[in-house]
């Protein structure tokens, strides 16, 4: 009497794996051992103050048109002991650096006109190894997001344009300092020179009467016998 199996349960069957088959745990050495290696960014003596998502344009002069930098994270990093700020961004899946330059306090970042979402700033960019005027159009995937890297760029520029006044001030009480140690230390040899002076003048005198005396007794007239 035939059957109305599908053929496909007998393979089943026949396919299935046997106890000898089982997993023995046993594990084979990879051929070459791959050693972890650090991988630096140049970012590890920097803080973050800001990291947005966003996309970059550089505007080419020859062409007279905007193109494409990259898009992925743009960071405004504050160097631990010096202070300075610079813009880095990075592509996304590359990490290619497609923008680097420090925030300098003649610098101004404005809206793009006719676009909320994205701002026009120049810089001296150094992306490419090599410094370029750049003119930099960044587009965000929000207002807020651009009115916050706007804020904080402005931000940045005017507190580095305040620490170079506080340099400059700051160098200038030094010297004012010290030119008025050196004006205290001269008043002071002055007094020094003057009494040497005196003290010569003094030991000059005693040599002046004696030698008066001498004289006046060679002038006088030896009394007669």
Same mark, same amino acid.
């Given at each position: 009497m035939a059957t109305n199996e599908p053929e496909h349960?007998?393979?089943?069957?026949?396919? !299935?794996p046997t106890g000898d088959e089982e997993d023995t745990g046993a594990q084979v050495a990879p051929i070459i051992r791959l050693e972890e290696v650090a991988v630096t960014t140049g970012e590890e003596d920097e803080d973050a103050i800001l990291d947005l998502k966003a996309k970059l344009y550089r505007f080419d002069k020859d062409g007279n048109q905007w193109k494409e930098r990259g898009a992925g994270s743009v960071k405004l990093l504050k160097h631990k002991e010096s202070g300075k700020v610079r813009l880095v961004m990075r592509q996304s899946k590359t990490l290619k650096i497609c923008a680097n330059h420090l925030v300098l306090p003649t610098m101004s970042v404005q809206e793009h006109a006719g676009n909320e979402k994205s701002c026009v700033w120049h810089a001296t960019d150094f992306a490419d190894g090599e410094l370029k005027d750049e003119l930099f159009?960044?587009?965000?995937?929000s207002i807020e997001n651009c009115k916050n890297f706007m804020e904080t760029f402005q931000e940045v520029a005017e507190s580095q344009n305040k620490k170079e006044e506080n340099k400059d001030a700051? !160098? !200038?009480a030094d010297a004012l300092e010290k030119l008025s140690v050196e004006e205290k230390k001269g008043e002071k040899e002055v007094p020094a020179a003057a009494s040497e002076e005196s003290k010569a003048d003094a030991d000059k005198k005693p040599e002046e009467s004696k030698a008066d005396a001498d004289k006046k007794e060679k002038e006088e007239p030896a009394p007669s016998s």
């Open positions: 349960e007998h393979r089943e069957d026949e396919e !299935a159009c960044i587009r965000f995937p700051t !160098a !200038a």
